[in-house]
């Protein structure tokens, strides 16, 4: 889960049971980070990739960044 609208967050947080702690990282959140969830565990991220390299051109799902 990457940043959220405070109401996807409430029902997020309800589905899920993800406590005010763990809302944080999907609270006004910066690119490339969030949450995972692997089995019953909610595991915070950071994902930052250098965008000058031919790989982030590739992988982007950006509109206008990407390119074959």
């Known amino acids: 889960m990457l940043n959220q ?3 996807d967050r409430q029902k997020l ?5 993800i406590s ?3 809302l944080s990282y999907i609270t006004n959140a910066d690119e490339g980070c969030g949450l ?5 565990a909610l595991v915070p ?3 930052k990739f250098p965008r000058k390299t031919r790989l ?3 992988m982007t799902t950006k509109p206008g960044e ?3």
């Open 5 to 7: 609208a405070a109401s």
């Open 13 to 17: 947080a309800n589905l899920l049971n």
């Open 20 to 22: 005010r702690e763990q």
């Open 36 to 40: 995972i969830r692997y089995g019953s």
């Open 45 to 47: 991220f950071v994902n």
């Open 56 to 58: 982030y051109r590739l």
């Open 66 to 68: 990407e390119t074959l």
